[in-house]
């Protein structure tokens, strides 16, 4: 079958084996893959990348002198199964489209397709899936769509890590794919005012399309000031004025001890200050620290983008602004269950992510076209397509 491998961070178009399933495998024709940013990572910082996850216990992560089939977000359609034996219930048939999580059981472990030689991802004709983790596509959704459940539901598991209610204020920094799928979600799941955050035009017009309430540009206004009279606190010298006016007031109450009517607004969440809950999806060495500079306090911050660099923050400031931090990796099966059908009952808008379609000798074409924040969101691979190097629009 024809694949794009990487090797020392060089990606080319190549003949390998025909994938063969084993028990517990799917083997599926890829009909479409995203490129993902983890890819754009993975193919320059794998090394970096196999050093952290040693170190919290696998030790699997494709090195660069390696040969690696990148590609985990991907839609499928069965071709056959490795299973022996009768079908378990719900087992997809010959000729369904699925989608899956990007892990396989395979020599004694599981792997992370894409990111392992021992599971190769979706830039190819065909690959393998655990059938377990398969989930048929259901109602019709587009195969463009749907290729998109994965880096979607990497987006509901952090909204639902946020914790955001639906009257607080969520801003999202930050607007290439995962930022915009997180502002998606969000609306999705109800939050009534997102402010997306992004340079480029380009970006803030997708934020805007898939549904972001105020859209601003960093550069002429800060994110946090784009939905004044919240209530959120920018200074420690109101949050002093705050404490005081707030014990004044409850100390003019009759008959009941200020610190009774306290502890029973505490109680109802009545006493927590208001704040946003802030998304960095932008995962570049210095902007977790400028975040938390200039985040109002009490901020809740979700860390969404991989920063692949060591990086430093001021303890002190988040200390003395009581800013909560809140790394997110992944889904679970559920969330990344739910995330399908939220996507197939049209319940979240990401179409507008996807901005182009390459065939895989035009994958190292899409690699540099996503560096250019104005030129595209979301590529698909389709390994089908015979179109030689061009990216075709959506």
């Known amino acids: 079958m024809r694949a794009v491998t990487c090797t020392d961070a060089v990606l080319e178009v190549t003949e390998l084996p025909d994938p063969r399933p084993e028990p517990g495998h799917l083997l599926v024709r890829v009909l479409r893959c995203g490129i993902c940013g983890s890819d754009l990572h993975a193919r320059h910082h794998c090394d970096e990348l196999a050093e952290v996850t040693a170190e919290v216990g696998y030790d699997g992560i494709f090195r660069s002198d390696q040969q690696v089939v990148l590609g985990h977000e991907f839609c499928g359609e069965v071709l056959e199964s490795g299973r022996r034996g009768r079908a378990p219930r719900g087992a997809p048939a010959a000729g369904t489209r699925v989608v899956a999580m990007p892990l396989l059981r395979r020599d004694g472990a599981v792997h992370p397709t894409g990111l392992s030689v021992h599971a190769p991802g979706g830039y190819a004709e065909q690959m393998l ?18 290729a998109l459940t994965e880096p979607m539901a990497v987006a509901l598991h952090a909204v639902r890590r946020g914790d955001v209610g639906k009257n607080q204020v969520a801003v999202v920094i930050g607007c290439g794919p995962i930022g915009l799928a997180v502002v998606a979600m969000l609306k999705a799941t109800g939050v009534r005012t997102v402010v997306a955050s992004d340079l480029s035009p380009g970006r803030r017009a997708l934020a805007t399309a898939v549904g972001a309430d105020v859209v601003v540009d960093p ?28 014990v004044e007031k409850l100390r003019r109450l009759p008959f009941v001890p200020w610190w009774q009517v306290w502890r029973a607004a505490e109680a109802v969440g009545a006493a927590t200050p208001k704040h946003p809950v802030i998304f960095e999806c932008v995962g570049v060495p210095g ?24 990086d430093r ?26 995330t399908l059908h939220l996507l197939a009952d049209g319940k979240v808008n990401a179409a507008p992510v996807v901005t182009g379609v390459v065939g895989l000798e035009g994958v190292e074409a899409a690699f540099t076209a996503l560096g250019d924040p104005d030129a595209h969101a979301k590529i698909l691979v389709d390994p089908a397509r015979t179109a030689g190097e061009s990216i075709d629009p959506v």
């Open 129 to 146: 899936v655990e059938e377990s983790l398969a989930l048929p596509v259901p109602n019709g959704l587009p195969t463009d769509v749907a």
């Open 219 to 246: 550069g002429e206004t800060a994110p946090f000031a784009a939905t004044p009279g919240r209530g959120h606190l920018a200074t420690a010298a109101e949050v002093f004025d705050l404490a005081v006016g707030t």
């Open 287 to 310: 902007m977790l620290d400028r975040v938390i500079a200039d985040a109002p306090l009490f901020s809740r911050v979700v860390v969404v983008g991989v920063c692949m660099q060591p």
């Open 313 to 338: 923050i001021r303890p002190v400031m988040a200390i003395n602004k009581e800013v909560e931090l809140r790394f997110v990796l992944g889904y679970t099966p559920l969330e990344f269950r739910d």
